[in-house]
Structures are given as C-alpha cells and as structure tokens.
C-alpha cells in the first residue's frame, strides 16, 4: 500500500520523531553529561537508553511501512446485482462481505478504512500515530512500538527524578545553564508523562481487544463477542506469530503465521 498522504498522520509523524530527537537530547546533554556525569551508571545509561530510541524507532518504522494487510482489489469489475437475493445467506454464514467502495469481497474482520481508503484485514482502527491502519500484518509492530514508548517515558521520568535529587557537584554554577538544565528536564517530564499515559491508555484498549478477540471497529458494531472461546496464548500469536514469546518485541523479526487468511485473488 503506498503511503497515505493525510496531513493528520503526516504531522502525528514528524511530533513523534521530534518527541523523540528531544527525549535523547535531553537525556545525553542536560542529564546523563551533566547531573549524572560522574556517576559509575553513566555510560550505561547511554547505550540502554540509545538502545530503547533505536527499538522503538525500528517498530515504528516497519508499523508505518508494512501493508497492514490491504485486501486485493479484483482485476475486473464484480457484478453485484445479485448478491441480495441468491448468495446473501451463504456469503453472512461466513463472514465474507461485500465492500461497495472498494467494489470488492472481502475476508471475514475485513473492513474498510475512510482515510486509506481500502479494505484492511482485521481492520482495528486507523492510527494516526503511525499514519497507517492497524491491521493484520503490522498489529505487531503497532504494540511493540506502544511497549517501547512506555519503557522510554519510564526510563525517562526515572533518570529525571534521580537527576533531581543527586547533588550536581561537577555541574556549572552559571545561573542560565542551571535554569536550562532544569526547564528542559521539567519539559521531558511533563513530555514523558503526558506520553506515556496516552500510550499506557491506548495499550490497554488494545490488549483488551487482543485477549477478548474483538477489534475497536467490532467492538463498536457489537459483532465479535460471538466468537468461539480460543486460549489467550492462541489469541496472542495471532498478533505476534508463532516464534518464542521471548521473541515477540523484537521488531527486526518478520512476522510467521500458522495460517494466512486467504487473499482474494487467490479464491475467485
Ligand atoms: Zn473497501
Ligand atoms: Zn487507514
């Protein structure tokens, strides 16, 4: 899928990645070589907290650039005129629908995204954070993104406090640096807070979806509370593929499924 151009999801991306740059800038320049310059943790603190920006960047950029699981259009115009009357109950009983838009059939949890303007599937919602849908095939990458927002605004709030409560011996006594030095930290706080609850919010909402085998779009049109019941391990490997657990946020892993659900263009 080419990438969307909706002004929304383009200016969500550049305030991410400057939230970003500024969090690191704030880290290595006013906290780590300033407050915590003399501290044995230092240098630690620099490769752990780069190491975080980079996973975090990395889940980003694959949720931003992989097709969240476009549904093919068909090469020649479907004629629907009889859809209402001979197919209908066959087509309810599983689950395939018919997309006017995209003038398409389409997968069951398929459904169709105003901005991107296709039919995803297992459409959850469309994010402008990652200016994308979240779909079948970049979930994965959307939650792993959301964990690594929320472990840098922690590791970020935490470096803050100890900042604030270690005496700076080595720091300059200039008052205008000083009052750099704790703007910009106060800055990062209310950033990293503001942030990280957003995230921890959004990420509830999604492993609630997740272990409750019902999308945000679902949820709204009361429609995946009929499911059979599925162990949530299952439910969760849907999402993160098959490898090891241990394996589910490292975003340089490409997804592996069990099964794909079929493309269109392989079933008519
Ligand atoms: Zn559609
Ligand atoms: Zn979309």
Redesign the pocket.
């Known amino acids: 899928m080419p990438f ?1 151009r909706d002004p929304c999801g383009i200016a969500c991306l550049f305030v991410t990645y400057m939230a970003i740059f500024y969090a690191d800038y704030v880290v290595i320049k006013w906290i780590i070589l300033q407050s915590l310059q003399n501290s044995f943790w230092a240098p630690i603190h620099v490769i752990l907290f780069n190491t975080i920006v980079f996973l975090l960047a990395m889940a980003h950029l694959r949720a931003v650039f992989s097709d ?1 699981g476009t549904v093919p259009l068909p090469q020649n115009r479907l004629d629907f005129s009889d859809i209402h009357t001979n197919e209908k109950g066959e087509l309810e009983k599983e689950e395939w629908t018919v997309c006017t838009r995209c003038e398409t059939f389409r997968p069951p949890r398929a459904h169709h ?1 105003r ?2 303007k296709r039919c ?1 599937r297992r459409y959850d919602h ?1 994010c402008p954070w990652i200016n ?2 979240v779909g079948e095939n970049n979930q994965k990458y959307f939650l792993q993104f959301l964990v690594y927002v929320i472990v840098l605004a922690i590791y970020s709030i935490v470096l803050i406090v100890i900042s604030w409560v270690t005496p700076c011996e080595l720091c300059s006594t200039d008052a205008a640096e000083s009052q750099s030095r704790l703007l910009h930290s106060v800055l990062l706080f209310l950033e990293s807070t503001l942030f990280g609850l957003f995230v921890i919010a959004i990420m509830v909402d999604q492993m609630h979806a997740i272990l409750y085998d019902e999308t945000a779009v679902e949820a709204l049109q009361q429609k995946g509370s009929f499911r059979p019941f599925r162990p949530k391990l299952a439910l969760l490997a849907d999402v993160f593929g098959q490898e090891h657990p241990l394996l589910w946020m490292v975003p340089c892993a490409s997804l592996s499924r069990k099964y794909d659900t079929p493309l269109l263009s392989q079933d008519i």
Do not use: N, T
């Open positions: 969307v969240p995204c901005i991107c995803i469309h994308s849908c």
